[in-house]
Structure formats: structure tokens, C-alpha cells
């Protein structure tokens, strides 16, 4: 529910008028654990874990949900098997007693999936892939689950689970790093986009939040998760431009912190006020370039270094890219080596 009614009451939150948990029945805390993504939803004394960030906010999760008097976990979601979504989460199966687990049907070659699933197995708790269309009861909210509804995507991240959290008449999208292709997807599914808020995909990059998935969401807010300085550039600019042509407002993590919406069902409410600061990232991590010869353009080309794993289709020119999600296994070479691998896809993050 998108009014006027909505802005009083923050306005009143922020004048300190009007404490935030006077009304708010489920509050979703979209955390600050820099370049990567944890949400916490809770209502009504239910609790679910979107997302842990990477290693080295894996404790800082744990703390806050014990802090915030969590005594157990409804659901954990990991929404797909990035090293920065899975680390906080084995972090949490590890400290907390859990019911669900929700997790891509995938697999990835890395040692952080390797623990996740032998936390799993170790608690016996199966793992599932909800359904698409598929709904939750989470306290006084209704979690529905919206990606992916492919199987063989060439982009891993496009394998997120994406969930919209609806109390009463307000919403909220979360979409893990879910990129166009599974955003186009949701929208054809004829589902329910429609969120107040949004909680950015990919930490702003700009091969998500398209037009499509923002015109069918219209939120009134969106939330961006990404690290202050981080090298991937995030957030982009193009998403940054959508959400200002779109009169968007935004909180960001990297700015602000740690980020708690509030609502009653009927209101939504913040515990900062949005900073609408819609500054693009700036990369550099950006590859060296291959020396000067007297070769053509097109051998320099093939000669430059790539990397890729053994199972993915695609190669990428920075080892650090996100999306090699800290493989045991990576190989590198020239891009003919990677063409002859197999690996024919360039990387839509870190091949421009």
C-alpha cells in the first residue's frame, strides 16, 4: 500500500515521536555485512534467515540474531551458493535450531557448499527447492516464492530463490542475485510482484533490476546491500539511473548501516530515514591489460588470461569475480584455452 498515510508515520518515527515497535507486527532487517546479503524477517515471534553474507560476517550474523532474541529459525533461505550468501548461513545452521532449509536444486564446487552441506545432513534437515507459486506462513506475513522456475541456466545466480514478504497490504521483494533472464520469468509468471519495498538484486549490479521487474514491482522504497569501496563497482550506474527516473527512494547499507523496515500491516516504517544517495560504484578490480606486441588485435585477445571452473560455462577475466563464488577449483588461461574447455559464455559481471 503505497500513501501519503505511510510517510507521516516514518516522518513521526524520525522526530521521535512514535517508537518503532509501537505498532510494527514484522520488521525485516536487511543487514550491513558489506559486499554481500543477509535479511532477517521476523513476525509475530516467527523468524526467517534470507541470505548469512560471506566469512567475515558470518559471526556478526549469528550475533545479531541473538542480540535480536532469536531462539530459533522458522526458515533459513540461502537463496543460491555464492560464497558471499552461504557463509553466514552454515554460520547460523551451525548456532541456531532450524525447522526449513530452502536452497537452489544446484550444486557448487566450493568448500563453503561442502560445510553447508554437511551442517544440513548433519541436523537431518532436507533441503528443498520450494515451488514457484508456492506460499509460507510466517507469523502475521505471508511469504511467497516467486524464482527460479528454470533448470539449466548458464549464470548461476539466476538459480536464486526470490520471495516476496506480504503483511496485510504492504510488501517486500527479495530477489538474492537473480539476474534478467529469471527476472523476466517472474514477471511472465502472472505472480504478484507488486512490493513497497525492494530489496535491490545483485547488490545493484546492473545485470538485474531491469525495467521489467521494476515497472511490474513499483516500489515505493528499495533497499541496497553492497560493501563501501567494494571492487565489483556495484552499485551500477544503470540501476542507480532506473531508480531515480523511477523517483525511487533509497537506503543503502554501504552508507547507512544496518537497515530495519517496520510495518503494522498497513504502514511501513524505517529506523533511518532514506539517504536517496544514488552514487555508482566505482570498479577496480578491472584486469590488466595484455602488453603491447606487434601480434594483431585478435591474438592479443586470445592470449590475455581467463579464468573458469570445471563445471561452469563460463569464463571470466578477474579472478575475484563474485560469481566464481571462491571455487576450490579454478583454472586460468588464454580465452582460446577457455573456448576449447567448453566455456564459451563470458561472465556478465566481469567480461564487458
Not at 567494494?230 to 533509497?250: C, D, F, R, T
Amino acid at each position: 500500500m503505497k500513501n501519503k498515510k505511510r510517510l507521516v508515520l516514518t516522518a513521526l518515527l524520525f522526530s521521535g515521536l512514535l517508537s518503532m515497535d509501537a505498532a510494527a507486527q514484522t520488521d525485516v532487517h536487511v543487514l550491513d555485512v558489506g559486499q554481500g546479503l543477509s535479511v532477517l524477517i521476523e513476525s509475530n515471534g516467527h523468524y526467517m534467515l534470507y541470505d548469512g553474507g560471506d566469512s567475515d560476517k558470518s559471526s556478526y550474523v549469528v550475533s545479531y540474531l541473538q542480540q535480536e532474541g532469536v531462539p530459533s529459525l522458522d526458515y533459513v533461505v540461502a537463496s543460491h551458493y555464492d560464497s558471499d550468501h552461504l557463509n553466514g548461513v552454515v554460520g547460523t545452521l551451525n548456532a541456531f535450531p532450524v525447522s526449513n532449509v530452502w536452497g537452489p536444486n544446484y550444486t557448487a564446487d566450493t568448500r563453503v557448499f561442502e560445510s553447508f552441506n554437511s551442517i544440513v545432513s548433519a541436523k537431518s534437515l532436507p533441503r528443498i527447492q520450494p515451488a514457484v507459486g508456492s506460499q509460507i506462513q510466517l507469523g502475521d506475513a505471508t511469504v511467497q516464492v516467486l524464482a527460479p522456475s528454470g533448470t539449466d541456466y548458464s549464470d548461476l545466480n539466476n538459480y536464486s530463490i526470490a520471495i516476496r514478504v506480504q503483511d496485510g497490504n504492504t510488501s517486500f521483494l527479495i530477489t538474492g542475485d537473480a539476474e534478467a533472464a529469471s527476472e523476466a520469468e517472474m514477471v511472465a509468471s502472472g505472480l504478484s510482484l507488486d512490493s513497497d519495498v525492494y530489496v535491490m538484486g545483485h547488490h545493484g549490479s546492473g545485470t538485474s533490476t531491469s525495467w521489467d521487474l521494476l515497472q511490474a514491482a513499483t516500489p515505493e522504497y528499495a533497499v541496497l546491500s553492497c560493501g563501501a569501496g567494494n571492487s565489483y563497482g556495484h552499485p551500477h550506474i544503470e540501476s542507480m539511473e532506473k531508480l531515480q527516473a523511477m523517483e525511487i527512494q533509497l537506503l543503502r547499507t554501504d552508507k547507512q548501516g544496518n537497515i530495519v523496515a517496520s510495518t503494522d500491516g498497513t504502514n511501513i516504517s524505517w529506523n533511518v530515514a532514506p539517504c536517496n544517495d544514488y552514487t555508482p560504484g566505482d570498479p577496480n578490480d578491472t584486469p590488466a591489460q595484455p602488453a603491447a606486441s606487434s601480434g594483431s588485435a585478435s591474438n592479443q585477445e586470445a592470449a590475455a588470461i581467463v579464468y573458469w571452473t570445471p563445471g561452469g560455462k563460463s569464463y571470466h577475466n578477474s579472478r575475484n569475480c563474485s560469481t566464481l563464488s571462491r571455487s576450490k577449483t579454478i583454472n586460468e588461461g588464454s580465452l582460446s584455452d577457455a573456448l576449447s574447455a567448453g566455456k564459451s559464455d563470458p561472465c556478465n559481471v566481469c567480461v564487458k
